[in-house]
């Protein structure tokens, strides 16, 4: 066994960029471990647990970037190191001249640099992305705020800011968006407008809620012209909807938009109204994930669902609505099939915070109690008693300390589907395969090995693809990877859970149920 730790003093990078480095270490063979990141207290208490000693990293702060392995042997140990820095350091090359620069070590200086931005994305620690944003907005620019752990306080002074200037400020946590057809963060790559009819914008609350919406408008044949994220408080009472009203009113005013898709969990419903209000003669779909309440007196066509929204707003431009569970019944009819009548439990492992959520609201309505690291009562949280239903969402921050995020490295998943694949009680598993720009290369590579080995051992699983055509990882090679692995294969996000739930139940019709 060989391990190798190396601190780099005052060395930031993006949390992409050390995502990067942590998979291009893991992929090299023999390496049982490795992370590239900063070395923050949580970070830092990760590294003891995996057995590295604390004395390397004596009077180490946030500041400081380290790359720690564990590998097989000394000579794994150096070329993961090497990969590591490669990935993490390779210096950019000017378009132009094909020369190495420096990267820009100031926001000012970036922009100096590239004299006709519009947009910055933010991605730095919680302590100073306030501050960032701040620089940003007074050099005229809008901003994707990445990072988390931006005070509310901090967050409702930056929305007022922008408001008064008529930036967008989408996050803070904002990981998913598209202005025009660039790509900002995790997101899909949908037509172009001209290859579609109908044109949506999407203003979302919600990542991988976005994502949903926005893949499965493409995937039916609506064009959408931007998406804005902005941040799961933004529709809060505390901050009132500010970047929600902007956005909704820019995409109304917009005449390449014909229609509005707004995403949340539960928002406060006097914000909502303020922020559906904004939409004006421009039809607007609300797809508020279980949220009962009506937004009375809004002009507005409500949904409980993502899949019921984008139904929804398909059905608002007049194009006719697809059915979802087309097929659906048979799949599961097979996966009824010689099932152990042992097996009777719902277990979700989930990449999309979103689509977890979305995954309780719907399984609790067909199962009863469903416990989970994100409950939607908090006497539900986990951990669960025995023989339970269960969801995780795996990226939430309990699951990627040290480790990367679910929909970059499918390692922690794995390491729980072998788990709930081994429980004679799990009649299903349900999975969210997120594609797209940020997302894995080939997750279906990495897992649909081991659901194929589930299926074999006599339980079940239920996949949700992500994504479109257009992913580079490609929407239908990777679907059709884990239809040959035995598994049930979905048309959206709630269809999963409902045949999940149909599984377990053994009773078919619950996976054509309108959810």
Not at 399 to 410: K, L, S
Request: charged share 20%.
């Amino acid at each position: 066994m060989s391990a190798g730790f190396v601190l780099y003093r005052d060395t930031y990078l993006d949390s992409v960029v050390q995502l990067s480095g942590t998979r291009a270490m893991r992929e090299v063979p023999g390496v049982e471990w490795a992370a590239v990141a900063m070395a923050t207290e949580a970070n830092l208490a990760t590294l003891e647990k995996e057995g590295f000693d604390p004395a390397e990293w004596a009077g180490a702060g946030p500041g400081d970037l380290f790359l720690a392995v564990r590998a097989s042997s000394d000579e794994v140990r150096a070329a993961a190191q090497e990969a590591g820095r490669d990935a993490a350091f390779s210096p950019r090359e000017a378009a132009a001249t094909g020369v190495a620069e420096p990267d820009p070590r100031s926001l000012a200086e970036a922009v100096a640099r590239q004299a006709g931005s519009n947009v910055a994305v933010i991605s730095v620690p919680g302590d100073y992305a306030a501050l960032e944003t701040h620089q940003a907005l007074g050099a005229g620019l809008d901003v994707l705020l990445f990072s988390d752990n931006v005070s509310l306080d901090d967050e409702i002074e930056l929305k007022t800011r922008a408001s008064e200037l008529g930036r967008l400020v989408m996050g803070p946590g904002a990981g998913t968006a598209m202005l025009g057809r660039t790509c900002l963060g995790f997101a899909n790559v949908v037509a172009p407008l001209a290859d579609r009819v109908g044109a949506v914008g999407v203003v979302a609350a919600a990542g991988t809620g976005a994502q949903e919406v926005a893949a499965l408008l493409d995937r039916w044949g609506v064009g959408v012209t931007h998406v804005v994220g902005l941040g799961g408080h933004d529709l809060g009472a505390a901050v009132g909807g500010p970047m929600g009203r902007l956005a909704v009113r820019t995409m109304a005013a917009d005449p390449a938009t014909d229609a509005i898709l707004l995403v949340s969990k539960p928002p406060d419903p006097d914000v909502a109204r303020t922020v559906v209000a904004e939409a004006g003669d421009t039809p607007l779909v609300a797809a508020l994930i279980g949220m009962d309440e009506p937004l009375d007196g809004a002009s507005v066509v409500q949904a409980p669902t993502l899949e019921a929204g984008a139904l929804a707003t398909l059905r608002v431009l007049g194009r006719a609505a697809p059915d979802p569970a087309a097929g659906l019944r048979a799949q599961v009819d097979a996966a009824i099939a010689d099932l152990d009548p042992r097996r009777t439990l719902v277990r979700g492992l989930y990449s999309g915070g979103t689509l977890c959520y979305e995954s309780l609201v719907v399984l609790s309505r067909v199962l009863g109690p469903v416990w989970s690291n994100t409950p939607l009562d908090k006497t539900l949280a986990v951990p669960a008693p025995p023989s339970s239903h269960v969801c995780l969402d795996l990226g939430e921050e309990e699951y990627t300390q040290g480790r990367p995020h679910p929909m970059i490295d499918p390692e922690a998943r794995l390491e729980h589907l072998r788990a709930q694949g081994a429980d004679p009680e799990v009649a299903a598993i349900v999975l969210d395969v997120v594609l797209g720009h940020g997302a894995h290369p080939d997750p279906a590579g990495e897992l649909a090995g081991e659901c194929a080995r589930i299926v074999a051992g006599g339980g079940r699983v239920v996949v949700y693809v992500l994504g479109t055509e257009r992913d580079p990882q490609g929407l239908e090679e990777q679907r059709r990877a884990f239809l040959d692995a035995g598994c049930v294969v979905t048309e959206t996000a709630a269809r999963a859970a409902l045949a999940a739930a149909a599984i377990a139940r053994r009773d078919p019709s619950i996976a054509e149920l309108v959810p």
